[in-house]
Nanobody, 126 residues
Framework: QVQLVESGGGLVQAGGSLRLSCAAS????????MGWFRQAPGKEREFVAA????????YYADSVKGRFTISRDNAKNTVYLQMNSLKPEDTAVYYC???????????????????WGQGTQVTVSS
């Protein structure tokens, strides 16, 4: 049974930082991509960032480029999202997802991910 468990969310002031973690278990993810998505109240779930387990190629939404960094620890089966220079508009529930997706440009497509975590709340105050 595949499980994705997010942690690390919380309340932070604008300009601050948070690091989200996603612990993956239940299968071999070596051929998978891992993504972070977010959903603000009243809005659709949107892509944030993704990384391939194998090779570590990354892909970012334009809105977070230069501020967020996605990485993975293969030994721990964990994916991280380091979020710096946070803005109030980054406030959302952040979800981790996994999918056997290629090529790289498709990693932003929500419908291609097979597994999802329960989400963690990130709130950025102004």
């Amino acid at each position: 049974q595949v499980q994705l468990v997010e942690s690390g969310g919380g309340l932070v002031q604008a300009g601050g930082s948070l690091r989200l973690s996603c612990a993956a278990s239940g299968r071999t993810f070596s051929s998978y991509a891992m993504g972070w998505f977010r959903q603000a109240p009243g809005k659709e779930r949107e892509f944030v960032a993704a990384v391939r387990w194998s090779g570590g190629s990354t892909y970012y939404a334009d809105s977070v480029k230069g501020r967020f960094t996605i990485s993975r620890d293969n030994a721990k089966n964990t994916v991280y999202l380091q979020m710096n220079s946070l803005k109030p508009e980054d406030t959302a529930v952040y979800y981790c997802a996994a999918g056997a997706i290629s090529p790289l440009y498709k990693l932003g497509r929500r419908e291609l991910y097979d597994y999802w975590g329960q989400g963690t709340q990130v709130t950025v105050s102004s």
